[in-house]
């Protein structure tokens, strides 16, 4: 138990599909995080959140759309995804996002597309 | 830019074996430093973690030392077991207010009895 949270843990979609991808942080954190795990690749970071405003976006297309309500709550809205989009998802949160911080990941969620 | 290289995996070892998986950086500023593991099949977990020069991280009988001068942060133990079977993930916060969490490909340690 991480205190971050993430549901689904796997999905399957169809590349017309639409769904959404959920993160919860129970530790009182300020910042959240997405990042894609992929077969290929290293570790790649997606957006982050600072008190709920973006403050990040690595440059990812505009199927993926995040959403961030609140500082405990992290959305990945999914939609007309392509089948290399096929990856762990992975969720995190930290107090700030200077240095000092240490960033708490989620178990992550295991999106393929079809 | 900044970045994070580690060694090429798979490690093989057996059980009681020394471990060191190698761990470069190249950054501006000062970062912090973070190793994580990656246990099948679930997320990544903070193993030990360095903020300054000279410091040492450990934890679970692993350590790391911070080494500006040779821009390394090696991870080391000293007596490995099976269940220490997992991917290693080196991984670099930068400096500045960014949360940008650079991470290096991941060694894969398999531990045999």
């Known amino acids: 138990e991480t205190g971050v949270t993430q549901t689904p843990r796997h999905l399957v979609m169809g590349m017309t599909n639409k769904k959404s991808l959920k993160c919860e942080q129970h530790l009182g954190h300020n910042a959240m995080y997405w990042y894609k795990q992929s077969a290929k690749k290293p570790l790649e970071l997606m957006f982050v959140y600072n008190f709920k405003e973006q403050t990040e976006n690595n440059s990812v297309p505009s199927r993926f759309s995040p959403e961030c309500p609140n500082s405990s709550h992290l959305f990945l809205h999914l939609h007309t995804l392509q089948p290399e989009d096929s990856a762990l998802y992975l969720c995190?949160?930290?107090?700030?996002?200077?240095?000092?911080?240490?960033?708490?990941f989620g178990e992550g969620s295991w999106l393929t597309v079809v | 830019g900044d970045s994070v290289t580690q060694m090429e995996g798979p490690v093989t070892l057996s059980e009681e074996a020394f471990l060191t998986i190698n761990c470069t950086y190249t950054?501006?500023?000062?970062?912090?430093l973070f190793w994580y593991v990656q246990y099948p099949g679930e997320g990544l977990q903070l193993l030990l973690k360095a903020t300054k020069a000279d410091d040492k991280g450990s934890n679970k009988g692993f350590e790391a030392t911070y080494r500006k001068e040779t821009t390394s942060f090696h991870l080391e133990k000293g007596s490995v077991q099976v269940s220490d079977s997992a991917v290693y993930f080196c991984?670099?916060?930068?400096?500045?207010?960014?949360?940008?969490?650079?991470f290096g490909q991941g060694t894969t340690l398999q531990v045999k009895p």
């Open positions: 995190a949160s930290s107090l700030g996002t200077d240095k000092g911080n240490t960033i708490y």
């Open positions: 991984a670099l916060l930068r400096s500045g207010n960014t949360g940008k969490l650079i």
């Open positions: 950054a501006t500023g000062y970062p912090s």
